[in-house]
């Protein structure tokens, strides 16, 4: 008897463990591979109040780089001292930034080239001829709102959908 009841418990325990085990392994999954529309879905929220003048960070947005970016003000200065006509992707840094946050520069991390990731938002990493990001790929230079100077790449880097949730607190998508 007390053999049978010993193997009895050791069979629990296993199944308890095996029980375990997938509850854990689940979730790993759906975020490892998400499905196609809850990724579409999926939106970042930021906290942007550490982000002191003139330094950026990277963030995730759905899989892809994100560059957060607070300007100072000479950057503003510069970003709105070319006029928009003149560039190639023709595009003013207050339409791509938000009213009563044209210091927020908000971009994908991603060069409109072939895909490579701009250098510039990390401490240190040069940020090309116009002071902005620099894409080392194939020398592509964006300026202090992200816009597309010189270098291969066909268009500014691209400004996702967010708003300002509040003054401190960005949801991006
Ligand atoms: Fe950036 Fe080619 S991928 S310049």
Known sequence: DGVRRRDFINIAAISAAG???LAVVYPLISQMAPSADVLAESSTELDISSIEEGQAIKAIFRKQPLFVRRLTAREIDEANATPASSLRDPQTLEE?????????????????????????AAEGEPRGEFGGYFCPCHGSHYDT?????????????????YEFTSDTTVVVG
């Open 19 to 21: 029980v375990g085990g």
């Open 145 to 161: 709102a992200g816009r597309i100077r010189k270098g291969p790449a066909p268009l500014n880097l691209e400004v996702p959908e």
């Open 96 to 120: 791509r930034t938000k009213e009563g946050h044209n210091d927020v520069l908000i971009t994908m991390g991603v060069c409109t080239h072939l895909g490579c990731v701009p250098l510039g």
